[in-house]
């Protein structure tokens, strides 16, 4: 039997799985609200950390040891996230929460199949309409993002194992002090720190193309939201506007719903209360 209540399915954005929204769904389950969080193919369970990953690390092995995300595309986390998505809408409403290159998959999954989809929420995330997702990397508005922190947590030439792996468990001061500037400046070290320890080392190299773009027929036709995060260096507030604007730009008649929350990029998944109210708020809405 369907229910009136809405289940949040939550999607994770790049090198994370199910294991971060794990505070979050606390939070959404003490005030009522039911939530699954997905992990993508090759993510979760199904990742792939080499023995090389393990410590002492041996780098020369890390970086051309095979993984599971190899040759996995968009298109493979579009079909299993509208396969969640329609055992989901067998009980009611459903309320997709992307959070930043999970945006990516949201907006391919409602491109191909809006009717399985009640409302989205954007936090931080790329919703790609003028431009592939990829090529937002080189606008003006990611200019105050310094991209070198991530070559220096590199671990393998994607072109050599056909993913893109970095080393999060790199005993680096620099690399370390970069990647929780570029990440959650906000928090404390151990916070980062156990933060960190939840990525996995590999991502897939796919994030789409012209025809992931949002479409108005489809993506444009369901309500959504967009949740900022304000102190967030990786996905500046420059670059989360400017996708607004162009959503928005595109259906004018069906604008994001936009809401702001005082954080970085990642503290938002450790104090996940202000953002269960705000998720609660607009599924009520």
């Known amino acids: 039997m ?23 769904q606390a939070e959404l389950a003490l005030r009522g609200h039911r939530s699954l969080a997905v992990d993508l193919p090759g993510h979760g369970f199904g990742a792939t950390f080499p ?13 051309t040891a095979p993984g599971a ?13 509208v396969s969640v998505l329609e055992r989901a809408k067998e009980h009611g409403p459903v309320v997709v929460v992307a959070h930043s290159r999970g945006g990516v998959t949201l907006t391919a999954a409602a491109n191909a199949r809006p009717d399985l989809i009640d409302q989205m929420v954007y936090v931080s995330a790329w919703a790609p309409v003028e431009l592939d997702a990829a090529a937002y990397n ?36 620099e690399t370390l002090a970069g990647l929780k500037h570029a990440f959650m400046a906000d928090g404390t070290d151990d916070e980062f720190r156990a933060f960190l320890n939840t990525f996995q080392p590999d991502e897939n ?27 967030d260096v990786s996905m500046p507030p420059a670059m989360q506007d400017r996708l607004i604007r162009e959503g928005d730009a595109l259906t004018p008649d069906n604008p994001y719903v936009v809401h702001t929350l005082t954080s970085s990029h990642l503290r938002w998944l450790v104090h996940p209360a202000p953002a269960a109210d705000l998720l609660a708020e607009l599924a009520a809405a």
């Open 2 to 24: 369907s229910s009136p209540t809405p289940t949040f399915v939550l999607v994770h954005g790049a090198f994370a799985n199910s294991f971060s929204f794990a505070p979050l």
């Open 51 to 63: 023995e090389a990953y393990q410590a002492p690390q041996d780098p020369a092995a890390l970086a």
């Open 138 to 173: 080189a606008e003006p508005e990611m200019a105050s993002f310094d991209a070198s922190v991530l070559i220096g947590a590199a671990a393998a030439n994607p072109a050599d194992v056909g993913l893109l792996r970095c080393n999060f468990r790199t005993a680096s001061p």
């Open 205 to 231: 190299l796919d994030a789409g193309g012209p025809e992931d773009r949002a479409q108005a027929e489809t993506w444009g036709t369901i309500p959504r939201a967009y949740i900022r995060l304000s102190e």
């Open 69 to 81: 995300l190899k040759g996995v595309t968009l298109a493979d986390n579009v079909a299993h996230l």
